[in-house]
């Protein structure tokens, strides 16, 4: 079982940058995929980006692309998702997760769907305003 904490969310002024972290404990991170989520007032909860076992990065919120990134420290059991260029629609709480990857898929495995996710952390509020 694992637990997820997010931590360095904030109120920030837009243009800035913002790096949320995911410590996550209770086993090894090596075998999960890492997936960050947001969800703003009133909206489902939206799958942004997914980091899966082999490191290999897919974005799935066309919104952020080219601004947000994600990245893994296994050794440290860590997840981070780097925020650039932070626009206001960007205000949220943000979420990491992780995922068993299904049999076969343990190396390749990420999804957007929230569905896909077996860990989640409490979330961290995000606020871009002037």
């Known amino acids: 079982q694992l637990q997820l904490v997010e931590s360095g969310g904030g109120l920030v002024q837009p243009g800035e940058s913002l790096r949320l972290s995911c410590k996550v404990s209770?086993?090894?991170?090596?075998?999960?995929?890492i997936g960050w989520f947001r969800q703003a007032p009133g909206k489902e909860r939206e799958g942004l980006l997914c980091?899966?076992?082999?490191?290999?990065?897919?974005v799935y919120a066309e919104s952020v692309k080219g601004r947000f990134t994600i990245s893994r420290d296994n050794a440290k059991k860590m997840a981070y998702l780097q925020m650039n260029s932070l626009k206001p629609e960007d205000t949220a709480v943000y979420y990491c997760?992780?995922?068993?990857?299904?049999?076969?898929?343990?190396?390749?495995?990420?999804?957007?769907?929230?569905?896909?996710?077996?860990?989640w952390g409490q979330g961290t509020q995000v606020t871009v305003s002037s």
């Open positions: 997760a992780a995922s068993v990857p299904p049999m076969g898929q343990i190396d390749d495995f990420c999804s957007a769907s929230h569905a896909d996710y077996d860990y």
């Open positions: 980091i899966n076992v082999s490191g290999d990065i897919s």
């Open positions: 209770g086993y090894t991170l090596d075998y999960y995929a």
